[in-house]
Every structure is written in C-alpha cells, then in structure tokens.
C-alpha cells in the first residue's frame, strides 16, 4: 500500500491562505459585478482548493 508523506511547510501554508484570499476577493467581486460564470468557477474553485488543502493536509512541524 502507498503512504504518502504529503506534508505542508509554515511557507507553503502561508501562500495557500494568501492565495485562497485573494481568489476569494476576486470572486466577490466577480459576484457582485454580475461577470463571467467562467471566472466565478476559475475563482471558486482556486479558493476552495486552497482552503481544503489548508484543513485536511497536515502541517509539517520543527
């Protein structure tokens, strides 16, 4: 059976919650603007991805 070691370091965390914030601005104001149903699934899922990445792959510590 394959284990994965699949670990996050404290950086690469950080760029996913930068990244998941700002995909998330964008898709409010995407929203709001009434714009493209491609950039509101592009900027949905970038910021959801990120976000499940953040809560279900480990944080890798000292």
């Known amino acids: ?3 994965s070691q699949l ?3 404290p950086f690469t965390a950080t760029l996913l919650i930068v990244l998941a914030v700002l995909a998330g601005n964008q ?3 995407v929203w709001k603007a009434e714009g493209p149903r491609w950039q509101l699934w592009l900027f949905g899922l970038v910021a959801a991805i990120g976000l499940l990445s953040l ?3 480990p944080l890798k510590t000292g």
């Open 7 to 9: 670990t996050l370091t």
């Open 27 to 29: 898709y409010r104001r």
């Open 55 to 57: 809560a279900f792959v």
């Open 1 to 3: 059976m394959l284990t």
